[in-house]
């Protein structure tokens, strides 16, 4: 593995790792263990920090990668792309909102937003192991460039 493919591998990682968690978080409290709920649903939230961090920091220093396929599959990627972009900033809208309400033990709130929350956050991971299968396995070979030029195809 080289430099190309190591930031996006570990992001696309803390990613599923995250919403593993949010999947063993909410089996926790279906079954009553609040504590432990807690604090597997605080590990998730570090590891989309995570994720967030290392996908940011890549896209400011050294861009995204466009798309490396044929030609007459770009405008769905691009589609897809934009549809998993959206997802992924509503999911982290909705999980910022929904740890809130639970920090501030407001539960009956946390418990109705958290189940619309981890549905979101799992079709944002399934959506961005996709982008990450479509860039880097299935069609690598895409140039590193700025986010706005590949979401857009400039």
């Known amino acids: 593995m080289d430099l190309y493919t190591l930031f996006p591998t570990i992001s696309t990682a803390f990613i599923v790792i995250s919403a ?42 050294i861009g995204n990668t466009s798309w490396g396929g044929p030609d007459n599959l770009k405008g769905y990627y691009q589609t897809f792309l934009i549809f998993h972009i959206i997802l992924a900033t509503v999911a982290a809208v909705f999980g910022l909102t929904t740890l809130v309400l639970g920090f501030k033990e ?49």
């Open 106 to 154: 407001k539960y009956a709130k946390h418990r109705k937003l958290g189940r619309i929350t981890a549905v979101i956050w799992f079709f944002t991971a399934i959506t961005g192991v996709a982008v990450y299968v479509l860039l880097y396995i299935l069609y690598p070979g895409g140039h590193t460039q700025a986010v706005w030029k590949v979401i857009w195809g400039y």
């Open 20 to 61: 593993v968690l949010v999947g063993i978080g909410w089996g926790l409290i279906i079954n009553g263990k609040r504590e432990a709920h807690k604090k597997t649903m605080i590990a998730a939230a570090i590891a989309a920090i995570l994720f967030f961090i290392i996908y940011s920091s890549r896209t400011v220093f």
